[in-house]
């Protein structure tokens, strides 16, 4: 029996300070991620890249610098692997804060911390992130 893949777009974003961290998120306890969610019905990407951050670390003064592109993965799974349920794209933009206080709002996302932008892509838990991340580094301020 196979599963049906389900197509959906998220929005997301590197989110930067003023000491040059990164924003990273935890996702239901068990992986670290950059803040992104599911674009809802009607909601312009960039929109929901800011709410996702908003929800996900409670940074919400977020000036935006640029768009950093897309890419695909699975959705991870609760073992940690990849949810072949569903496949996502994502869109990616880069914003520059000057809030430090990380308080989330989902309780899904139980935590953010602000980390070392050279330490960012070995914390993230999906290899595809990870790869994202590392692909764009260079354009980070």
Same mark, same amino acid.
């Given at each position: 029996?196979?599963?049906? $893949?389900?197509? $959906?777009?998220? +929005? #997301?974003?590197?989110?930067?300070?003023?000491? #040059?961290?990164?924003? *990273?998120? =935890?996702? !239901?306890?068990? +992986?670290?991620?950059?803040?992104? #969610?599911?674009?809802?019905?009607? @909601?312009?990407?960039? +929109?929901?890249?800011? !709410? @996702?951050?908003?929800?996900?670390? #409670?940074?919400?003064?977020? @000036?935006?610098?640029? @768009?950093?592109? %897309?890419?695909? !993965?699975?959705? &991870?799974? *609760?073992?940690?692997?990849? %949810?072949?349920?569903?496949? /996502? &794209? *994502?869109?990616?933009?880069?914003?520059? $804060?000057?809030? !430090?206080?990380? /308080?989330? *709002? %989902?309780? %899904? =996302?139980?935590?953010?911390?602000?980390?070392n932008k050279s330490e960012a892509a070995d914390l993230l838990t999906n290899p595809k992130d990870k790869?994202?991340?590392?692909?764009?580094?260079? /354009?980070?301020?």
């Amino acid at each position: 029996m196979s599963v049906e $893949t389900k197509q $959906t777009e998220s +929005a #997301g974003g590197v989110v930067i300070n003023e000491n #040059g961290e990164v924003l *990273i998120v =935890n996702q !239901r306890g068990r +992986a670290w991620s950059l803040p992104k #969610g599911h674009i809802e019905a009607g @909601e312009e990407k960039l +929109a929901a890249a800011k !709410r @996702e951050i908003y929800e996900e670390s #409670g940074v919400n003064q977020l @000036e935006l610098i640029s @768009e950093l592109g %897309d890419y695909q !993965r699975y959705k &991870t799974s *609760i073992e940690g692997g990849h %949810d072949f349920s569903e496949h /996502k &794209t *994502i869109f990616m933009f880069l914003f520059r $804060t000057s809030q !430090r206080e990380l /308080k989330p *709002i %989902d309780p %899904d =996302n139980p935590e953010a911390r602000w980390v070392n932008k050279s330490e960012a892509a070995d914390l993230l838990t999906n290899p595809k992130d990870k790869e994202f991340f590392r692909s764009i580094i260079s /354009k980070l301020p």
